[in-house]
């Protein structure tokens, strides 16, 4: 894998489908699609708990044209059809203040997956305002 040298972008995904652990993203994106390893470097389960995906250290495959500068986490769940758990958005802010911190980033390169340029979806979903997210820095 290669190495993740500048992390300019946070991308935020959520799992969407019925694919709501850890493991299942993981066997699906290595014994499935055929990956190296999970394309995510962080998840947030339902409780608020970050669980580690790829190491950061490596390039992640969770946002076409941008993997090479941007840093994948995701919330664990279908936002386009529920809610996300209070404790997520707790969780997912506080990782986003740390990340900032360390990486030098402005709040403004903090994107949910739909808002790169191409990505005809609709992650992290509907129910995920990534406006409000950013107007908690
Ligand atoms: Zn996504």
Redesign the pocket.
Known sequence: MQLLKKIKFIAV?HSQRKIDSLKRIKDLHINKYGWEDIGYHYLIDKKGKIQKGRNEKFIGA?VFGHNKNSLGICLIGNFDEEKPAKKQIQTLLKFLKNKIKKHHLNKKNILG?REFSGAA?T??GKFIDMNKVREMF
Do not use: G, S, T, V
Request: net charge positive; with cysteine; proline share 17%.
């Open positions: 995904h969770h997956h979806k992650c992290p």
